[in-house]
Nanobody, 122 residues
Framework: QVQLVESGGGLVQAGGTRRLDCVAS????????MGWYRQAPGKQRELVAT???????NYADSVKGRFTITRDNARNAVYLWMDRLKPEDTAVYYC????????????????WGQGTQVTVSS
């Protein structure tokens, strides 16, 4: 019904920069909040950053000042600009969207992407 597809992961050296992209497609009427989460090996999935449809943002303390989340409502896309990467940022990064679908204007459904691996080498 709705698909979120991430791209941009890979191997990067500590101190480097990377941008993750996520584009949503399918039976979308509108997308409310979008966000990025990550899961490191042996750890729980955690919030990285979220952004409202109007552009209000929220960041985990561990990434404040280094990561920036933006979105393009016309493209149903969300981006994560990661700067000054650290080895502890190594994780699978997941895109999340809270979507109003065309078959149910009264509801909001949560969808996840398949994840993209980011590995930061020291």
């Amino acid at each position: 019904q709705v698909q979120l597809v991430e791209s941009g992961g890979g191997l990067v050296q500590a101190g480097g920069t990377r941008r993750l992209d996520c584009v949503a497609s399918g039976s979308i009427y509108s997308i409310n909040a979008m966000g990025w989460y990550r899961q490191a090996p042996g750890k729980q999935r955690e919030l990285v950053a979220t952004i409202s449809r109007g552009g209000s943002t929220n960041y985990a303390d561990s990434v404040k000042g280094r990561f920036t989340i933006t979105r393009d409502n016309a493209r149903n896309a969300v981006y994560l600009w990661m700067d000054r990467l650290k080895p502890e940022d190594t994780a699978v990064y997941y895109c999340n969207g809270r979507v109003v679908v065309t078959s149910d204007f009264q509801g909001e459904y949560e969808f996840w992407g398949q994840g993209t691996q980011v590995t930061v080498s020291s």
